[in-house]
C-alpha cells in the first residue's frame, strides 16, 4: 500500500508531464493528422509552465519548513 506522500508525489509528476494529453497524441498519431507536432510543443510549453509552478511550490515548503524548524523551538 503506497503512503499518501507518495500518492501526491506520484499525481503531481503526472500533473507536470501532461499526461491527459496522451489520448489525444494517440488518435492524433493514429489518424495521421499533421498537428502532433503542434500538440508536442503545446506539451512542452505546459510542463515548463507546471514545472516553475512546481518549483514555487517546493521553495515554499522549503521555506515553511525552515521557518517551522527555526521559530518552532521558540514558539513551544
Do not use: P
Amino acid at each position: 500500500m503506497r503512503s499518501s506522500s507518495s500518492k501526491l508525489l506520484l499525481a503531481q509528476i503526472q500533473w507536470w508531464w501532461v499526461t491527459e494529453q496522451y489520448q489525444l497524441r494517440q488518435q492524433t498519431a493514429t489518424m495521421r493528422l499533421f498537428r502532433l507536432v503542434e500538440l508536442h510543443n503545446e506539451a512542452k510549453a505546459t510542463r515548463l509552465y507546471r514545472g516553475y509552478v512546481m518549483a514555487a511550490e517546493v521553495i515554499g515548503v522549503l521555506v515553511t519548513v525552515g521557518t517551522l524548524y527555526v521559530l518552532g523551538i521558540w514558539w513551544a
